[in-house]
């Protein structure tokens, strides 16, 4: 009887393992959208954007021009996503269409650099914008030094939101989809009403949009590389996609809401900063200035303060959805056995890829510390458009490939997303030719990646096909 029980015991199943929950509608996968895309890029870059293209309509075109790339980027993504409605974003749709290296790659760049030196780079300057409250905050005198690391009062200060975000999303899409959502619709109306207030009551001039000055066609192409650096983020409802109900329908209408809602906000962005000041005042600021200078501009130095304020919340909602959505990458990563095995584990109780998202905190700390942070960052930023054009071709791949009724159809096939990728080659070469020693030294890390993969590389676990891939 003994011996019958226990073979009763072994004959049955395991336990499937805990899956991630589809817990997000189309406006909260919005809302990721909105977070990621509206961080500290467009308080800085139209400064440069005014250096290279000196002509208020021609700002408003490279603008325009950057949205209206980055709506066909979020489009090809949109099908992709129908077609592969799982997490990971780029890391499955390069996997899908040109193999396990190429994908690993993407992830190898998000998890060095991409994600978490993103958030390392927020949590920063979120340190530095509470130091105009409280200087402490920001002051870099070194407390201690761990092995090349450095404590100062600002890391200890950056390491703060890394640590308490990584826990609200580490205890599920409840908390997590909440926070992001109220951050979102504070960063969102707080644009809309410094916005409507500054052209209303603001002391601005309407016969600063209409300077004349040259702008070559050269600048304007060289201005785009910042420009698409801002609108970077747009497709991170696509990482996402595994927990957005119905993802077929929602990813895309994220996807089109979220991008094209930033589009809006950043040329209504653009026309008021021109409206406070003229483009060669704009192109004489320093980097950190601009926000700070036209509030000043427009209703005087107490409304610094205030947009100080909407900063802070500003890069927090936007840290926040990169602390959700880079770990689905690693989680997928994981599952396929191009990752370390414990990435794949899913929270029991909360459903969250939970190892992913604190290894990314725990990296995203050490980049903190290590004061190699701004470097690495700028090594690997042309690597955001580099990924994000190969995804967008791994849609032609996959559509003469499979050739069944699509879920979603992407706009404007084939010449939109053939002209994302078109430039996203001329950005990438652009950049390689401005700034070769620079670009060199990012391509090095990722080729770094390639022993990397071949020493994580295992066989999946049975959990590397749930049903959600079926």
């Known amino acids: 009887m003994r011996g019958a029980s226990q073979a009763a015991r072994t004959s049955q199943p395991h336990a499937p393992a805990p899956a991630l929950d589809r817990r997000l509608g189309p406006f909260d996968a919005a809302a990721i959208v909105i977070s990621n895309v509206i961080g500290s890029g467009i308080f800085f870059v139209p400064v440069v954007v005014a250096q290279l293209v000196p ?22 993504y949109a099908e992709l996503a129908a077609l592969k409605p799982h997490a990971g974003g780029e890391y499955v749709y390069l996997r899908e269409a040109f193999g396990p290296q190429v994908a690993f790659l993407s992830g190898w760049t998000s998890f060095i650099a991409g994600f978490s030196g993103a958030i390392a780079a927020g949590s920063v300057a979120l340190a530095d914008y509470i130091g105009r409250f409280i200087p402490a905050a920001a ?68 016969s600063h949009l209409a300077a004349n000055a040259s702008a070559a066609p050269v600048s304007m192409l060289l201005a785009l590389v910042p420009v698409m650096f801002s609108y970077s983020g747009w497709n ?7 927990e957005v109900r119905n993802p077929a329908r929602n990813v895309p209408l994220a996807l089109a809401l979220g991008t094209a809602t930033v589009v809006v906000l950043y040329i209504a962005l653009n026309a008021l900063y021109l409206f406070a000041m ?36 500003s890069i927090a909602a936007s840290v926040s959805a990169m602390v959700l959505a880079g770990p689905r990458v690693y989680y997928a990563m994981a599952r396929d056995g191009l990752f370390v095995q414990m990435a794949e584990r899913v929270h029991p109780r909360f459903h969250t890829p939970a190892a992913a998202i604190i290894a990314q905190g725990i990296w995203s700390g050490v980049l903190v510390l290590s004061g190699t ?17 190969v995804a967008v071709l791994a849609l032609f791949v996959l559509r003469r490939r499979d050739r069944r009724a699509r879920p979603f159809v992407a706009f404007g096939y084939p010449w ?16 390689l030719f401005r700034n070769a020693a620079t670009t060199l030294t ?29």
């Open 373 to 389: 942070l701004s470097q690495l960052v700028s090594y690997t930023g042309f690597a955001v458009v580099l990924f994000a054009g």
């Open 278 to 313: 003229p483009v060669a005042d704009i192109a004489a600021l320093p980097g950190g200035r601009l926000i700070d200078t036209v509030a000043e501009r427009l209703f005087g130095f107490v409304a610094a303060d205030l947009l100080a304020i909407f900063t802070i919340v």
């Open 416 to 431: 939109a997303p053939g002209i994302f990728v078109v430039a996203s080659v001329a950005m990438v070469v652009n950049e």
């Open 236 to 242: 991170a409802a696509a990482y996402v996609a595994e």
């Open 139 to 206: 002051d870099t005198t070194p407390l201690v030094g761990i092995s090349g690391l450095s404590i100062s009062p600002r890391s200890l200060v950056a390491l703060t939101p890394i640590a308490v975000l990584t826990i609200i999303h580490v205890r599920g899409l409840g908390p997590g989809r909440i926070l992001q959502n109220v951050l979102a619709g504070l960063k969102v109306s707080a644009i809309v009403v410094f916005v409507a207030i500054g052209f209303a009551i603001g002391h601005g001039n309407m």
């Open 442 to 470: 990012g391509l090095a890390i990722i080729a770094a990646g390639i022993p990397a993969y071949y020493a994580m590389r295992r066989a999946p676990t049975v959990s590397a096909t749930p049903a959600a891939r079926r």
């Open 55 to 76: 002509h208020p309509a021609a700002i408003i075109g490279v603008w325009l021009a950057g949205g209206a790339l980055a709506f066909a980027g979020a489009m090809a």
